[in-house]
T-cell receptor
Framework: KAGVTQTPRYLIKTRGQQVTLSCSPI?????VSWYQQTPGQGLQFLFE???????NKGNFPGRFSGRQFSNSRSEMNVSTLELGDSALYLC???????????FGPGTRLLVL | AQSVTQLDSHVSVSEGTPVLLRCNYS??????LFWYVQHPNKGLQLLLK??????LVKGINGFEAEFKKSETSFHLTKPSAHMSDAAEYFC????????????FGKGTLLTVNP
């Protein structure tokens, strides 16, 4: 079974731009979560989607948003990019009713 | 609210010697706990998980962890380190109930010397 896939793997943007990251979960997984990883803050939870609904949200500004489609694929959008948004963005998927999450390889975003 | 403290930011061992990575947790309920590993420029791989069954949990690649409620600890061990074990290791607690938010420790970088 294929793992979690994320596209693109690498991205370079400039301040003020916006970016959309994509995540395809493991087949059959309906929960998708997003995390930001930076050297200073470590791994932080952004949000979680289940059946196209945002079920949990972390402490990030409204510039960070996401959505989930009927096929469970998810996108994350960051508007008005700041230098501090440079990070590895990780997507994870899980089965309904189970806490175990499986991570993708991540998208590395560099904001110049 | 739950939290995780990884007691060592860096652990260095020689190949063939035991590995001990320490983790303490704080939770207001009976938690689910996980260890993930991240190799350089890679995503996170699940090593093992504790979900209130056996307190000694066996994972992949010879790793295991023991849940000790009285000590609020979930330390990760391996009898004999391999060079390929060099990576960063994260102790993680789940939000519980219908909250699947994972709270990560700061990570422990494991170096394996030849």
């Amino acid at each position: 079974k294929a793992g979690v896939t994320q596209t693109p793997r690498y991205l370079i943007k400039t301040r003020g731009q916006q970016v959309t990251l994509s995540c395809s979960p493991i087949s059959g997984h309906r929960s998708v979560s997003w995390y930001q990883q930076t050297p200073g803050q470590g791994l932080q939870f952004l949000f979680e989607y289940f059946s196209e609904t945002q079920r949990n949200k972390g402490n990030f500004p409204g510039r960070f948003s996401g959505r989930q489609f009927s096929n469970s694929r998810s996108e994350m959008n960051v508007s008005t990019l700041e230098l501090g948004d440079s990070a590895l963005y990780l997507c994870a998927s899980g089965l309904a009713g189970q806490e175990t999450q499986y991570f993708g390889p991540g998208t590395r975003l560099l904001v110049l | 609210a739950q939290s995780v403290t990884q007691l060592d930011s860096h652990v260095s061992v020689s190949e063939g010697t035991p590995v001990l990575l320490r983790c303490n947790y704080s939770s207001s309920y009976s938690p689910s706990l996980f260890w993930y590993v991240q190799h350089p420029n890679k995503g996170l791989q699940l090593l093992l998980k504790y979900t209130s069954a056996a307190t000694l949990v066996k994972g992949i690649n010879g790793f295991e962890a023991e849940f000790k409620k009285s000590e609020t600890s979930f330390h990760l061990t391996k009898p004999s380190a391999h060079m390929s074990d060099a990576a960063e290791y994260f102790c993680v607690v789940s939000g519980g109930g219908s909250n699947y938010k994972l709270t990560f420790g700061k990570g422990t970088l494991l170096t394996v010397n030849p």
